[in-house]
């Protein structure tokens, strides 16, 4: 997807899902070090667990708003640059039409919800996780 929650053209599904920075798809990112992480992320308070290899930061992101990377035009990890999920790949591979993989973000940020609140079971929706996106 060429980041996390970005993509700056209108064939990106990123904008606006934002499931691997929010902690849904994947719970932490690895950094090489305090540059890679970054000043804007250290400004959000952002940390790296250094005792884990590679080092890590933990996700949900608070630079992630409503499915958008906030710090897009600033410096990010280079491992939001890298990040593929499966649906993405998909789309980018061309087994998944766009407007698909679209109302899949759509329904599973409903999802989403629907677990924060505790309307659906943890199990129901990391299965779906797993199936969609890792
Ligand atoms: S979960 Fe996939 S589609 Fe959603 S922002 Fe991340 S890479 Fe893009
Ligand atoms: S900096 Fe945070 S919000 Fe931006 S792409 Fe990386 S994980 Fe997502």
Not at 61 to 68: N, Q
Not at 81 to 86: I, S
Not at 100 to 124: F, K, P, W, Y
């Amino acid at each position: 997807m060429r980041g996390l929650a970005s993509g700056s053209d209108e064939q990106s599904i990123c904008i606006g899902c934002g499931l691997c920075c929010d902690g849904t798809v994947v719970t932490h990112l690895a950094v090489r070090d305090e540059s890679d992480l970054g000043a804007p992320l250290q400004g959000l308070g952002v940390q790296i667990i250094a005792a884990a290899d590679p080092p890590v930061f933990e996700l949900p992101c608070p630079a992630v708003c409503d499915g958008v990377c906030t710090i897009h035009s600033l410096h990010r990890p280079s491992a939001c640059a890298q990040f593929e999920c499966t649906l993405s790949q998909g789309v980018l591979d061309g087994k998944v039409a766009l407007e698909e993989a679209r109302m899949v973000i759509s329904a599973t940020l409903a999802l989403r919800d629907a677990h924060r609140n505790g309307s659906v079971n943890a199990d129901v929706f990391e299965q779906h996780i797993d199936s969609v996106f890792r």
